[in-house]
């Protein structure tokens, strides 16, 4: 239950880390280059990834 539950915010907070990031690369991509930048997909990525990450952080916490 706890796995899933790390799984659950991993991939809210992953999606939510995305979008600010992609938001960042889009604004400095206009600063610097004048130019529309981005990377297509970037919130699904990061939510992956965090719904990966969160619960094996977790568990090396629990064991400490």
Not at 21 to 33: A, D, E, H, N, R
Request: hydrophobic share 60%; charged share 10%.
């Amino acid at each position: 239950m706890r796995a899933f539950i790390g799984v659950i915010v991993g991939i809210i907070g992953g999606f939510i880390l995305g979008i600010a990031l992609s938001s960042f690369i889009g604004i400095f991509g206009m600063v610097v280059f004048n130019q529309a930048m981005g990377i297509k997909y970037l919130p699904y990525l990061t939510a992956i990834i965090c719904a990966v990450l969160v619960p094996i952080i977790d568990q090396k916490s629990k064991n400490k």
